[in-house]
């Protein structure tokens, strides 16, 4: 079981990121995705949730309005876009697998959004 | 939703036992046996210790057990070893389908 993650990105103030997270070694549809972020020296910070099987989601109060999640079943990936960002965007963020609806694993390696003028 | 409470740090000496608390409401610790804790090593991603309060994943070590009591969830580590030093986070399902982490734990192995 394993989630991958697409790169690195910097982005200025107010532009969008879409970080991919491809899953391999479970049937994707069969779980949710979660969506946690990191900034740096921080704590982790939950921001949402999609099913894979119909594509419910579930926000942050923290980033709803700015968040999107969407997964894609025929290729086994998961998307999130952060629109409108700021420099406290700035964070590691993560896909996680949620089993049963509560806990998270595995995790994906991690993608760095820098916002930077 | 705020974030569940955790001390900022816990220590101790090898194969001593260090317990972790995470203290929320009855809106989420204290409402559901869904409590996480996750162990992560700095510039690692995060990895499941404990879920569900107590159960352990495969792979994971008996030294270490989850509890709750309340509102309050327990981690504790017993027989630590240095591979332990790391930073632990509680989650815990919260109401509305809402998830919360704790502000972490970073644990120092003496």
């Known amino acids: 079981v394993q989630l991958v993650q697409s790169g690195a990105e910097v982005k200025k103030p107010g532009a969008s990121v879409n970080v991919s997270c491809k899953a391999s070694g479970y049937t994707f549809n069969y779980y949710g995705v979660s969506w946690v972020r990191q900034a740096p020296g921080q704590g982790l910070e939950w921001m949402g949730w999609i099913s894979a099987s119909n594509g419910n989601t579930n926000y942050a109060r923290k980033v709803q309005g700015r968040v999107t999640m969407t997964a894609d079943a025929s290729t086994s990936t998961a998307y999130m876009e952060l629109r409108s960002l700021r420099f406290d965007d700035t964070a590691v963020y993560y896909c996680t697998r949620a089993i049963r609806g509560n806990w998270f694993a595995p995790w994906g390696q991690g993608t760095l959004v820098t916002v930077s003028s | 939703q705020s974030a569940l409470t955790q001390p900022p740090s816990a220590s101790g000496s090898p194969g001593q036992s260090v317990t972790i608390s995470c203290t929320g409401t009855s809106s989420d610790v204290g409402g559901y046996n869904y409590v996480s804790w996750y162990q992560q090593h700095a510039g690692k991603a995060p990895k499941v210790m404990i879920y569900?309060?107590?159960k352990r994943p495969s792979g994971v070590p008996d030294r270490f057990s989850g509890s709750k009591s309340g509102n309050t969830a327990s981690l504790t580590v017993s027989g630590l070893q240095a591979e332990d030093e790391a930073d632990y986070y509680c989650?815990?399902?919260?109401?509305?389908?809402?998830?919360?982490f704790g502000g972490g734990t970073k644990l120092t192995v003496l």
């Open positions: 569900e309060v107590n």
């Open positions: 989650l815990s399902y919260a109401d509305n389908n809402n998830w919360v």
